[in-house]
């Protein structure tokens, strides 16, 4: 089930976009502002986002800046700003589309339902079995004998940069550059910490890791 996020500071706009959605078989979460959304977020990857700009806290620019720090989700901005340097900064910063308020609901869902096919089609099958582990990275999910285990968005962002390369050598700085994005590379003491998170959830021993291994000083691979 598609998961959608929608973002906006009107609770009658959010409840429109709830009730269209989950009469087509939508999973649908709403957020009345940034902080909400991006918490949100941060405990489970939606498939498309809708984002307001005119939030009361962080304003959509500033949403879509900290998501594209370390997610490339589909954000769809449904603003009611109509100035063409909105909507310019806006798709600049990495907004995938626009839509101007009010807006038809019916083309509304026909730009998720594109947002949906385009992210399913640029991005290949990709799941590792191992030991019981299984870890579906297209889809973000991971279980252990069928019993599934819950990995943040970053913790995802990683095991990804990984699991595509595995059996080989990511050196840190790389790594760090493809979760966190450039200027990071010095920030190890992040890759510390959501590494020891990963390891807990997904390795047999914790205190020995076996899938994913650090080589002090150069870098990480996943020998899973």
Do not use: C
């Amino acid at each position: 089930m598609t998961f959608v996020l929608a973002v906006d500071d009107d609770p009658a706009i959010l409840r429109t976009l709830g009730i269209n959605l989950r009469a087509r078989d939508y999973d649908v979460e709403t957020a009345g502002d940034g902080r909400s959304a991006l918490q949100i977020v941060d405990e489970r990857m939606p498939d498309v986002i809708l984002l307001d700009l005119g939030l009361p806290d962080l304003d959509g620019i500033t949403v879509l800046r900290r998501l594209r720090e370390f997610t490339q989700v589909p954000v769809i901005v449904v603003s009611a700003r109509t100035e063409p340097d909105d909507k310019v900064e806006a798709l600049d910063l990495g907004a995938d589309d626009f839509i101007t308020k009010p807006f038809s609901i019916e083309e509304l869902l026909a730009r998720v339902r594109v947002m949906t096919r385009r992210a399913t089609a640029t991005e290949p099958s990709l799941v590792v079995e191992t030991g019981g582990l299984v870890l579906d990275v297209t889809e973000s999910r991971a279980s252990r004998d069928g019993t599934e285990i819950h990995l943040t968005p970053i913790e995802w962002k990683i095991v990804g940069a990984l699991v595509r390369k595995r059996g080989r050598l990511v050196r840190q700085t790389e790594l760090l550059r493809a979760v966190w994005g450039p200027g990071y590379e010095r920030q190890s003491n992040y890759l510390r910490v959501h590494l020891a998170g990963i390891r807990r959830k997904l390795e047999p021993d914790p205190s020995q890791p076996a899938l994913f291994v650090t080589e002090p000083g150069i870098g990480h691979r996943f020998s899973g």
